[in-house]
C-alpha cells in the first residue's frame, strides 16, 4: 500500500524557516513528479511546487516563487520543501502528493499524504 507520510511542520515566526519532508513507501518514486499543496483554514486546497521524476524541472505558484525550494532525493524516496521568509499567509496544512504526469491540478495526483501543519506567527 503506498504511503505518503509529511514530516516537518511546526510554529514558526513570520520571516523564519521550515523544511518539510516527505517520505514515500510502497511507490516506484523516480517515476512520479512529487507535488506539494497547501490548504488553509476555509479555503480550498491549492498548490504550491512540484518537481519532475529526476529533478531537473520544477514549477512554482507564484505567491512561493524566490521563498520556497521543492527537491528530491530518488534514493531516499523523498520530496522536500525549503520554506523560507515565511509569511502569516503560509499557514496551512502542507500535503505532499504524487502524479504520473507534470501537472500543477489536484486532481491529476494519485497518491497524498495526510498532511502537516504549518504555522506562521506575525
Known amino acids: 500500500q503506498v504511503q505518503l507520510v509529511e514530516s516537518g511542520g511546526g510554529l514558526v515566526q513570520a520571516g523564519g524557516s521550515l523544511r518539510l519532508s516527505c517520505a514515500a513507501s510502497?511507490?516506484?518514486?523516480?517515476?512520479?513528479?512529487m507535488g506539494w499543496f497547501r490548504q488553509a483554514l476555509g479555503k480550498e486546497r491549492e498548490f504550491v511546487a512540484l518537481?519532475?521524476?529526476?529533478?531537473?524541472?520544477?514549477y512554482y505558484q507564484d505567491s512561493v516563487k524566490g521563498r520556497f525550494t521543492i527537491s528530491r532525493d530518488n534514493a531516499k524516496s523523498t520530496v522536500y520543501l525549503q520554506m523560507s521568509s515565511l509569511k502569516p499567509e503560509d499557514t496551512a496544512v502542507y500535503y505532499c502528493?504524487?502524479?504520473?504526469?507534470?501537472?500543477?491540478?489536484?486532481?491529476?495526483?494519485?497518491?497524498w499524504g495526510r498532511g502537516t501543519q504549518v504555522t506562521v506567527s506575525s
Open positions: 502528493a504524487a502524479n504520473t504526469g507534470m501537472s500543477a491540478f489536484k486532481g491529476a495526483y494519485d497518491y
Open positions: 510502497a511507490l516506484t518514486f523516480s517515476r512520479y513528479t
Open positions: 518537481i519532475s521524476w529526476i529533478g531537473d524541472n520544477t
